[in-house]
């Protein structure tokens, strides 16, 4: 079979999409992944073949930042590439608008990888699920709303009632404790876990990074910021609580596009392609909640600190929350954060409990799950769930 992976092209898009990439290639499949010229060395480290979305007349198709407004430009350069690869089957991103189209004129099933949590309406149940962010419900419209314009601008007519979000299978990387009590998912969606996999580290790298975190000698939390959506500048929070604490933190930059430490703050700030061996030296993860670095944390059993920003943020960190796994941390510098990054570093409960889940996370054979369910899909519909996604394990 031919598998042409189409995800976004950033890291918390691309990395899922190459695990289960790998794990088809190892079955005997031909892979080959298209997006952004920039993911070339990624791909090429990850060992499958790779096609620029520039070399197929398009540039912004694949990027997260710009998915809102550029579906059009990732239908066009989809279509060519699954045409010009004869591809049977498609693996994109969720959200990605242009893939799902580009599979429909194809006449091609297309699985779409999610994140750690369902986006969208449930299928019953989640009674009494508090609006973290924007309601499922008028997320789910508002994502039906721009799939619906590109589609329009592709010139396809109007599609039958049923939600073309899930693509032929949804794969949630994350786990049934993270969705709200008592909600049943919809029959095209299933779990399968994280789909853990990151570029290398370099030596060279981790033993100056080691070599700065001595210098002060502080216990470490490691700091991921999400993509910033106009909301609170998380800086002076960052800064009140690593100047003169107990900790020091190394934070990576991501889509932070204007870091500012203060002086002399206990703050090293980096930009890399890796996570893990950053989270291996911290005993804490503070995060805006955006699914890769919630579950490289769980993963090795760190306890978070969770300031949602927007879009999936405030989602997830709710869930993170309610499953114990979490405290809410102010991104303002009034209060101090400090107190409740000390409070939950000291709080056994709360390790525990992301120990249990990681742990969890863990035994679940991600890559191996989702390869079987994207051959699923190339011989028929994906079987109804029937359980809960408060506890459906399979």
Not at 159 to 164: A, F, G, K, Q, T
Not at 180 to 208: C, F, K, M
Not at 330 to 343: D, G, K
Request: glycine residues 10%; contains cysteine.
């Amino acid at each position: 079979m031919k598998i042409l992976l189409c995800p976004l092209s950033d890291g918390g898009y691309l990395y899922p999409a190459i695990a289960v990439g790998r794990e088809l290639r190892r079955r005997g499949h031909t892979v080959s992944v298209l997006g952004r010229s920039t993911a070339a060395p990624v791909l090429a480290e990850a060992g499958l073949p790779f096609a620029a979305a520039e070399d197929f007349g398009e540039r912004r198709g694949f990027s997260a930042t710009w998915w809102g407004t550029t579906g059009p430009a990732q239908y066009r350069a989809t279509l060519r590439a699954a045409t010009q690869a004869r591809a049977d089957l498609l693996i994109t991103s969720v959200l990605c608008n242009g893939a799902l189209l580009a599979a429909e004129v194809l006449d091609i099933p297309v699985v779409v990888l999610g994140l750690s949590v369902h986006l969208w309406n449930y299928r019953a149940g989640g009674e009494g699920e508090p609006h973290l962010g924007r309601a499922r419900d008028d997320r789910t419209r508002e994502s039906l709303r721009l799939y619906a314009a590109v589609r329009e601008q592709a010139g396809l007519g109007p599609r039958r009632p049923e939600n073309p979000l899930l693509g032929d299978a949804l794969l949630l990387r994350g786990d049934p404790a993270l969705e709200y009590p008592g909600a049943v998912l919809p029959e095209r969606v299933r779990h399968v876990g994280p789909l853990a996999w990151e570029p290398a580290a370099d030596p060279a790298e981790i033993e100056a990074i080691e070599a700065r975190l001595a210098r002060s000698g502080k216990p470490v939390v490691y700091v991921h910021l999400g993509r910033f959506f106009g909301g609170t500048d998380q800086w002076p929070g960052l800064n009140a609580a690593f100047t003169g604490g107990p900790f020091q933190a190394v934070v990576e930059q991501g889509r932070s596009t204007d870091p500012h430490p203060a002086p002399g703050a206990d703050i090293l700030v980096v930009r890399k392609p890796w996570m893990g061996p950053l989270i291996d030296r911290a005993g804490l993860v503070l995060t805006s909640a955006t699914s890769a670095p919630v579950l490289s944390a769980l993963l090795r059993g760190r306890p978070l600190g969770v300031s949602p920003n927007g879009s999936e943020q405030p989602l997830l960190a709710g869930a993170c929350v309610r499953a114990g796994v979490a405290v809410r941390v102010p991104s303002t510098a009034t209060p101090n954060p400090s107190p409740i990054l000390e409070s939950a570093w000291r709080d056994r409960g709360l390790r525990a409990r992301a120990g249990e889940l990681g742990r969890r996370l863990a035994a679940t054979d991600g890559a191996t799950r989702a390869a079987d369910l994207a051959e699923h899909v190339t011989r028929g519909p994906v079987q109804e769930l029937t359980t809960t996604a408060a506890t459906q394990r399979s």
